[in-house]
């Protein structure tokens, strides 16, 4: 069975800091995808990333960055410089490459930037 | 493009009322389409997967009964919440499964979510 383990409940920084948010998953399949999601308070989930099994390259997109570790099975996010307006509870996840694709989630990070 | 929408945004309704919820890709056809519930303060959760014209796939633990899901077309979804009760309050989010023509890629897409609320 997948799974998905966000130990991080809440995190609280102040304006300007950097954090990193921590993803670790199991899963049984060789291939898959792993997500980030950001959900603000609206609800809407902001898609962020998807990252295949297979390519193990970390990633950079402006202040945020990804670092995949299959070794350790884990997925972490980092927000440089973080800004208010990156609060939000942003959520990991992990589908299957082939078939349904079905997305198991993390329980979630509550991130609040305070000013 | 890419855009999925859900209507009605939010809900409220008497206990023992059905609710219905259409989920639409609105520029894209969808092979699969899928159904999320979250509670307040947790995780998304897979509800069901449905595919156009079949019969949709249920999750262990989600009755079938309660929440009907008709997916008439290549672009319509409907989630129906049957003798609704107070413990179906929750944000029911739907996703669409496509490999889009511009990337080539296969993806799958988010509704901005209907809050379902039951008196």
């Known amino acids: 069975a997948q799974k998905v383990t966000q130990a991080q409940t809440e995190i609280s920084v102040v304006e300007k800091e950097d954090v990193t948010l921590d993803c670790v998953y199991e899963?049984?399949?060789?291939?898959?995808?792993l997500f980030w999601y950001k959900q603000p308070p609206s609800g809407e989930l902001v898609f962020l990333i998807r990252?295949?099994?297979?390519?193990?390259q970390n990633e950079i997109s402006g202040r945020y960055s990804w670092n995949f570790q299959k070794s350790t099975s884990s997925f972490n996010f980092t927000i440089t410089a973080s800004q208010v307006v990156d609060s939000a509870v942003y959520f990991c996840?992990?589908?299957?490459?082939?078939?349904?694709?079905?997305?198991?989630f993390g329980q979630g990070t509550r991130l609040t930037i305070n000013p | 493009g890419a855009v999925v929408s859900q209507h009605p945004s939010w809900v409220i309704c008497k206990s023992g009322t059905s609710v219905k919820i259409e989920c639409r890709s609105l520029d894209f056809q969808a092979t699969t389409m899928f159904w999320y519930r979250q509670f307040p303060k947790q995780s998304l959760m897979l509800m069901a997967t449905?595919?156009?014209?079949?019969?949709?796939?249920?999750e262990q633990g989600v009755e079938k009964d309660k929440f009907l899901i008709n997916h008439a077309s290549l672009t319509l979804s409907t989630l129906t919440v049957t003798s609704a009760h107070p413990e179906d309050s929750s944000f029911y989010i739907c996703s669409a499964r496509a490999v889009l023509k511009t990337s080539g890629r296969d993806e799958q897409f988010f509704g901005p979510g209907t809050r379902l609320t039951v008196l």
């Open positions: 899963t049984r399949d060789t291939t898959y995808y």
């Open positions: 996840a992990l589908s299957e490459f082939q078939g349904a694709q079905k997305l198991v």
């Open positions: 990252r295949n099994s297979f390519d193990e």
């Open positions: 449905s595919n156009e014209g079949s019969k949709a796939t249920y």
